[in-house]
């Protein structure tokens, strides 16, 4: 599976931003897609993630309320609606694929797209 990410940019506190991630490659039911975001100094950590088949989603708590993903079978794109952005929310987000039924966690990713940067000001 090849993931590519595209969508970050400079945006004020409170507003939007959309994320996209193309899938190209065997994008198939045996897996979960997502996000994951690394801010300076930080380790990476998972943000979203749906499963290509159920489109099952999982939130991390500090978006919860503010992103959605989603997804689109047909172009093999996976999306990050993210309202409401904080400064916090500032970092580089890294489309990812896991295996399902793996955990969610960085170590146990099979594929990852370049980042993308999302910068939010105050």
């Known amino acids: 599976v090849q993931l590519q990410a595209f969508g970050g940019g400079l945006v004020q506190a409170g507003g939007s931003l959309r994320l996209s991630c193309a899938a190209s490659?065997?994008?198939?039911?045996?897996?979960?897609l997502g996000w994951f975001r690394q801010a300076p100094g930080k380790e990476r950590e998972f943000v979203s993630t749906i499963r290509w088949d159920y489109g099952t989603t999982r939130y991390a708590d500090s978006v919860k309320g503010r992103f959605t993903i989603s997804k689109d079978n047909g172009k093999n794109r996976v999306y990050l609606q993210m309202n409401s952005l904080k400064p916090e929310d500032t970092a580089v987000y890294y489309c990812?694929?896991?295996?399902?039924?793996?955990?969610?966690?960085?170590?146990?990713?099979?594929?990852w797209g370049q980042g993308t940067l999302v910068t939010v000001s105050s």
């Open positions: 490659g065997r994008a198939s039911s045996d897996y979960v």
């Open positions: 990812a694929a896991l295996l399902i039924g793996a955990p969610i966690v960085r170590s146990r990713v099979n594929f």
